[in-house]
């Protein structure tokens, strides 16, 4: 097959009659398995008091496993990041479609936590392999138009991490709750497999040299110009605080969201966890413009985080929609910006590379602050450490708007 001689980064064999679409086609394709993937690492979201009642694991079981996908994540994109650039874009989406179907069948068919974790791993590294290639391909696709390349990069993933718990919640009414959402997913991924291997791929953008594989597949940092470094920082560190917000909307809110609504309907729990990110989403479809997008979207991030935290303590499902809605608008208003500046300042030879990096510090915000957030709430219970995990963030917002703010008047006084 021609794909293993992708992954050994040897040439392919001439074959004839293999399948050589349109650019649109290609789009549709390289969006749409970075957009299932990141649907089946989400299915778990209204599911996990099911699985908590079948297995048996508190609020601290929850984190540990919704962590596991994230850290395999950052440690895939390190790893992994780059390789679609030596071995070509098509292997690497079919290599994290292989993966993610294993994940999706480990944790679909657990049936104990250490297996939530292992399959939730698996999981993670599939998302990491094609997060990179994904972007990468889009990027190739539309080499003339790297704002719309990006901005498709963003949609196919907020909407696929969007879609998952409202998916999820739905698929659970179908009998054996916990187990024919990943089923029905791991179709969906064997499907997705028969177009990625009739493919006509393109070669890889930066082969190896015979000989030389294993030294270009080793991890490394990315290379940034001088100028590149205080965008890249920017992005990432928007990134880490606004995921932080999506990993608490992933684990730990649909119990949240239950106690303010008065209610345990698991599609409604999973709509409800899905608003803030199917917003972020639903931002990269609007034209949102002007100069002071950035910090405008971080300080609405910041202030609509504590007004989910004071839902709670008013117990106002109107206010936690309506402050949902706004976290979700800022964190992609803001978030599209500075991805945006760092594709454009990277040469394209390192794009997966380089966009790899900027969502490994992300990722990071979906783990860490949600790990200590699941401790937190078994010391002090929910709404106080929503509450605690909310000023924080906020904080973080307006010094990142304060910090966008003075690169836009530096720019302005810089402009000739």
């Known amino acids: 097959m021609a794909v293993l001689h992708e ?35 989400n299915l778990a979201t209204p599911l996990y008091p099911l699985l908590q009642a079948r297995i048996g694991f508190d609020a601290v079981g929850v984190t540990v496993t919704f962590s596991a996908y994230v850290l395999a994540l950052v440690g895939g994109l390190v790893l992994f990041g780059h390789w679609s650039d030596h071995i070509g874009r098509r292997a690497a989406l079919v290599l994290a479609v292989v993966v993610g179907l294993a994940g999706g069948l480990v944790f679909g068919t657990a049936e104990s936590l250490l297996q939530l974790v292992v399959g939730r791993g698996m999981q993670g590294l599939a998302v990491a392999i094609g997060t990179g290639a994904s972007a990468a391909a ?40 916990t187990q024919t959402p990943f089923a029905i997913h791991s179709v969906i991924l064997l499907i997705l497999l028969v177009p990625l291997l009739l493919l006509d791929a393109r070669p890889a953008i930066n082969p190896a040299p015979a000989g030389q594989g294993r030294n270009y597949l080793r991890p490394r940092v990315p290379a940034l110009a001088r100028s590149a470094r205080g965008t890249f920082w ?29 209610a345990d309907s698991r599609p409604l729990i999973g709509v409800l966890a899905a608003v803030t990110l199917a917003c972020s989403a639903l931002s990269q479809l609007l034209s949102l413009r002007g100069r002071w997008l950035v910090p405008a979207g971080l300080v609405l991030l910041g202030v609509s985080v504590l007004l989910i935290a004071a839902a709670g ?18 964190q992609g208003a803001a978030f ?3 991805f945006n500046d760092v594709a454009a300042a990277v040469e394209p030879a390192r794009h997966a590379q380089v966009i790899s990096a900027v969502y490994i510090v992300t990722y990071l ?14 010391v002090w219970g929910l709404q106080a450490s929503v509450t605690g995990f909310a000023i924080p963030i906020a904080v973080a917002c307006a010094v990142l708007a304060a910090v966008a703010g003075q690169r836009i008047r530096g720019a302005a006084v810089d402009r000739p």
């Open 7 to 41: 992954l050994a980064m040897r040439p392919s064999p001439v074959a004839r009659g293999r399948w050589n679409p349109s650019v649109t086609v290609r789009l549709v394709l390289a969006g749409t398995v970075i957009f299932i993937l990141l649907v089946g690492a």
């Open 365 to 378: 915000g979906s783990a860490l602050p949600v790990l200590g957030l699941g401790v937190a709430v078994q």
């Open 313 to 330: 303590t008013v117990e106002s499902p109107a206010l936690l929609v309506l402050a949902s809605m706004g976290a979700g608008l800022g």
């Open 138 to 177: 889009l990027r190739d696709l539309m080499p003339s138009k790297p704002g719309w390349a990006s901005r498709f990069t963003l949609l196919s993933s907020s909407g696929g991490v969007a879609a998952g718990p409202v998916i999820g919640g739905l698929l659970s009414l179908l009998p054996r709750h």
């Open 234 to 262: 920017l992005a990432a560190s928007t990134g880490f605080v606004s995921f932080a917000v999506f990993g608490f909307c992933l684990s730990l809110a649909p119990g949240y969201f239950a106690n303010i609504m008065h």
């Open 336 to 338: 599209r910006v500075v």
